[in-house]
T-cell receptor
Framework: DTGVSQDPRHKITKRGQNVTFRCDPI?????LYWYRQTLGQGPEFLTY????????KSRLLSDRFSAERPKGSFSTLEIQRTEQGDSAMYLC????????????FGPGTRLTVT | GENVEQHPSTLSVQEGDSAVIKCTYS??????FPWYKQELGKRPQLIID?????GEKKDQRIAVTLNKTAKHFSLHITETQPEDSAVYFC?????????????FGKGTMLLVSP
């Protein structure tokens, strides 16, 4: 499968715990995006990288959230001290920068904070 | 920042009928407008997109139209089939992010009855 992949697909954690998600983009794509989707809503932008540089962060991204893309390939999204309000689907997408802006999404990681 | 409104929130049609979903955007500088289809429990899939230099684009049974003056764009599905049932999201680029990130509408649940 040459599409965007995410791991894990599901994560259940207790409030206050830290969690980390991984995204592997389409191999030739140098842009990588993180979105969050709650039930009945469209995806909401969190942050994006071009290669290893984090170029933008949404105001939705509190200090408890951090994302990295150390080698410009896969990315990780960490949430520290999880809260029940963090329960959502975390989606990763990737795109190229050749003038085409199509973003292709991964299957998502569903986080449940109990 | 960009704001995208989508209507209707739900749409029920009979198989073979046409379906139209409409979106408006707030920033006249937005220049890229994709549509995604999301089936239950699956990733959003890009189905068609349009850029601000064209007014209409077709791909088999689906088409998208763009009215830059009115700042709205629409998805048209003809000869609907039960497998078209899904949630459809429109989106627009955010000029404030260098046209890199997407702002999504809240989605339209399309139900096609046999």
């Amino acid at each position: 499968d040459t599409g965007v992949s995410q791991d894990p697909r599901h994560k259940i954690t207790k409030r206050g715990q830290n969690v980390t998600f991984r995204c592997d983009p389409i191999s030739e794509h140098n842009r990588l995006y993180w979105y969050r989707q709650t039930l009945g809503q469209g995806p909401e932008f969190l942050t994006y990288f071009q290669n290893e540089a984090q170029l933008e962060k949404s105001r939705l991204l509190s200090d408890r959230f951090s994302a990295e893309r150390p080698k410009g390939s896969f990315s990780t999204l960490e949430i520290q001290r999880t809260e029940q309000g963090d329960s959502a689907m975390y989606l990763c997408a990737s795109s190229g920068t050749s003038g085409r802006s199509e973003q292709y999404f991964g299957p998502g990681t569903r986080l449940t904070v109990t | 920042g960009e704001n995208v409104e989508q209507h209707p929130s739900t749409l029920s049609v009979q198989e073979g009928d046409s379906a139209v979903i409409k979106c408006t955007y707030s920033d006249s500088a937005s220049n890229y407008f994709p549509w995604y289809k999301q089936e239950l429990g699956k990733r959003p899939q890009l189905i068609i997109d349009i850029r601000s230099n064209v007014g209409e684009k077709k791909d088999q049974r689906i088409a998208v139209t763009l009215n830059k003056t009115a700042k709205h764009f629409s998805l048209h599905i003809t000869e609907t089939q039960p497998e078209d049932s899904a949630v459809y999201f429109c989106a627009a680029t955010s000029p404030s992010s260098g046209y890199s990130t997407l702002t999504f509408g809240k989605g339209t649940m399309l139900l096609v009855s046999p």
